[in-house]
């Protein structure tokens, strides 16, 4: 399979049914309701709780802004809601998608990144990658690069491949791979699939 690419420029944005944000969806598998992985970026306009999922593990980045406080509280928490102060220079939290959360601004709206994944797909994993990086990814597993706000390039295979600013691309690995990446600023993730 080759890498699929998807434009944030290309993709509808849809309001949030609390009126706090826009979150615009880059794929979800399958599509539809009954995703079992999605990945989608948000602009949070307000403070506000986040919508709950249940069954889902989520990862969260802060790509453009000031940043957020989270306030997470899980059913487990006895003594209330963890609060994380996430700017884009933070490691992006992952984090119950049932717990209840709240979500405040540093200072004005800001651009955020969301994994989001059914326990069937996990184990899994988000990292920020400044400058180069080489992964070792498994079989039967999906990879993916987002390119920020500036280009990067994803050699995959002996074969490179140019990201665009603001551009998702994924693919599903059937062996092993070595994956390089060379950016000022991305995202990599990986889960299984």
Partial sequence: ??????????????????????????????????????????????????????????????????????????????????????????????????????????????????LMLQDGCLPARMARIHGSAHELAHASKCIAVYAVSTRASVEFNGQRLDVPPATLVWRHLSKAATVRVQCEHALWMEWSA
């Fill in 1 to 114: 399979m080759s890498w699929h690419v998807v434009h944030l420029a290309d993709v509808a944005a849809t309001h949030w049914r609390n009126g706090g944000g826009l979150t615009r969806e880059l794929v979800a598998q399958p599509p539809g309701a009954d995703w079992q992985w999605r990945l989608s970026v948000a602009e949070v306009a307000a403070d506000g709780p986040f919508s709950r999922f249940e069954g889902v593990t989520r990862w969260f980045a802060v790509l453009q802004g000031s940043g957020v406080v989270l306030n997470v509280a899980t059913p487990s928490d006895a003594g209330g809601a963890t609060e994380h102060r996430l700017t884009a220079q933070d490691a992006p939290l992952c984090f119950d998608g049932a717990a209840s959360t709240g979500c405040r601004l540093i200072a004005g709206p800001t651009q955020d990144f969301n």
